[in-house]
Every structure is written in C-alpha cells, then in structure tokens.
C-alpha cells in the first residue's frame, strides 16, 4: 500500500529483487553466505549478556526481540527459527 509514508521507488526496487531474495547462489548470497558467521556471534554476545547457557538448543527461548533494519529477514528469519 503507497501512502505518504511509503517511497514508491522504493518499493518498486525491492519488488524487482523479490525472486533473487532467499536464493543462496543470487544477488545476495554472499548475506546468506555470512548468516551463521553472524548468528554465531549474536548467539555468543547474547548469551554472555543475558547469562543464558549457549550449549542449549534454544537458550533465547521465551524472550521477546525487536530487529531494527534487519535488511528483509535474511537474519531474523534464520535466527527465529533455530533459537525461539
């Protein structure tokens, strides 16, 4: 829906990228490619803040996040699936 707090520019790029989005070997691959590298990371930092035990299969369960500019989900999606 275009609105005036929408750019329909903006939604026409990211509308013409939609195909090549989840591919591993598209556009953005190289995002997919450093996923676990960067879910390792995240999975490391929180459960030293949150004092959670990493060697559980889902140690962020029951928590509540917010992602901010996550780039379309290419990290959200993974990290909902394999830690919540």
């Given amino acids: 829906m275009v609105n005036e707090f929408t750019d329909a ?3 026409a790029k ?4 939609y195909e ?12 997919h490619k450093l996923t676990p590298v960067r879910m390792l990371f995240i ?3 929180l459960s030293n803040f949150l004092e959670r035990d990493i060697e559980l299969s889902k ?4 928590l509540r996040t917010l ?4 780039g379309g989900g290419l990290l959200t ?3 909902k ?3 919540c």
């Fill in 59 to 62: 140690p962020f369960a029951g």
């Fill in 14 to 17: 990211f509308s013409s990228l």
């Fill in 20 to 31: 090549d989005w989840w591919k591993n070997d598209g556009a953005f691959g190289i995002l």
């Fill in 67 to 70: 992602d901010v500019g996550c």
């Fill in 9 to 11: 520019d903006e939604i």
């Fill in 43 to 45: 999975r490391q930092a």
């Fill in 81 to 83: 699936k394999t830690w």
């Fill in 77 to 79: 999606e993974p990290l």
